[in-house]
């Protein structure tokens, strides 16, 4: 009889912990489930902001390109009117 009892308790207890080390398993699995989560997230949030930095790095470049076009043609404009300038009195219409 005390060989059954001790059988019983034996048999009752192993699968206590097996369960228990069952449900570990399953909270070390969903932990790193999540800290997969959270770094995939990471890594998604770091490129979208590169991402948006680079464009607004191309739209920078963008601006400052027409505006260097701007002032090339002004400075062309105001080469042509000085050149004008100088070069008017030396021709003389006759009369």
């Known amino acids: 009889m005390k060989i059954l009892l001790f059988i019983f308790t034996f048999a009752l207890f192993s699968c206590g912990q097996t369960d228990t080390k069952q449900k570990e398993l399953e909270l070390k699995e969903r932990e790193l489930a999540l800290k997969e989560k959270e770094f995939t997230l990471k890594q998604k949030i770091q490129m ?3 991402l948006n ?6 739209k920078v ?9 701007m002032l090339n043609t002004q400075i062309f404009k105001l080469f042509g009117k000085i050149l004008k300038q100088l070069l008017m009195p030396t021709i003389k219409k006759p009369f």
């Open 53 to 58: 930095q680079f464009q607004i790095i191309q």
């Open 61 to 69: 470049i963008l601006l400052q390109r027409q505006f260097i076009i």
């Open 48 to 50: 979208s902001s590169l």
